[in-house]
């Protein structure tokens, strides 16, 4: 069902700090209920173009969508200063560590629960990269999620991306998420070796909750985006309907 949703930035406090987010929420019909909410967790690139117009797609589908910029405090960009790629991808992940990015997410989604024209009582969230590490964590710390859809999220840290310097493991708690997983990786991602993502598989199906890993072959890492090199249409679009229909299930 295509609705016209309504976009923009909105801020909100988490802590002592604002931040902002980018919403959309569908235009609903008289006497429609508001609908349900997901909150995105952008991966290391921050809240891009592509990652706006996700969320207005997400908000397409009937869901009220919040992508929390967890780059707020430095401007709305991953950090500028390196001299490689992989520090770049170092310093993204540091500025949005779990310390502070997941009570940034818990706070998006406080915004959302004030509002009166979405229903922040049935949420989900949904993570890339970076985000879907994230979105993974969250789901081990709170009750609020119907579900949490990961997308290429990194099952292990490295330690040049971990503050404590040590390889931060979402696979080692896993099994304490609290609300049904779907989970997406490509079978030729070149960040995620697949025997983690094998170990991840086997560390959430001792949450019992449902679970579902899906590994697309011959995608790579960022397949889902459409603006990058890695872009695989195939996978992409059966990750979409999938994450549709687990939302909808969920929510």
């Given amino acids: 069902m295509q609705r016209a949703p ?3 930035w909105v801020t909100f406090p988490s802590g002592p700090d604002e931040i902002r987010g980018y919403l959309a929420v569908p235009v609903r019909r008289p006497g429609e209920a508001p609908p349900p909410v997901v909150v995105m967790a952008h991966e290391n690139l921050g809240v891009t173009e592509h990652r706006r117009r996700v969320t207005e797609l997400v908000a397409d589908e009937g869901f009220a969508c919040l992508t929390v910029d967890l780059y707020s405090r430095i401007g709305g960009r991953p ?6 790629p992989d520090e770049r991808r170092a310093k993204a992940f540091l500025a949005a560590r779990d310390e502070q990015a997941l009570p940034d997410l818990e706070a998006g989604l406080d915004h959302l629960a004030g509002r009166d024209d979405v229903d922040a009582s049935r949420a989900a969230v949904v993570g890339f990269c970076l985000g879907g590490g994230l979105a ?8 609020r999620l119907a579900c949490a859809v990961p997308l290429y999220g ?3 840290l490295p330690p ?9 493991s979402r696979i080692t708690v896993a099994d304490a998420v609290r609300c049904p997983v779907q989970a997406h990786f490509g079978g030729a991602d070149e960040v995620i070796p697949l025997d983690q993502v094998g170990r991840l598989t086997d560390a959430l199906k001792l949450s019992g909750q449902e679970t579902e890993v899906h590994v697309y072959d011959g995608a790579g890492h960022a ?9 695989d249409a195939a996978a992409a679009r059966l990750t979409w309907e999938r994450t549709l229909a687990f939302l909808r299930e969920h929510l």
């Avoid at 993974?136 to 009750?143: F, G, I, Y």
Wanted: charged share 20%; proline share 11%; hydrophobic share 20%.
């Fill in 6 to 8: 309504e976009a923009g």
């Fill in 79 to 84: 950090p500028q200063d390196y001299a490689t």
């Fill in 136 to 143: 993974l964590a969250w789901a081990t710390r709170t009750d």
């Fill in 154 to 156: 990194l099952p292990e």
């Fill in 160 to 168: 040049s991306y971990s503050p404590t310097g040590q390889v931060r």
């Fill in 223 to 231: 397949y889902h985006d459409d603006t990058h090199p890695n872009h």
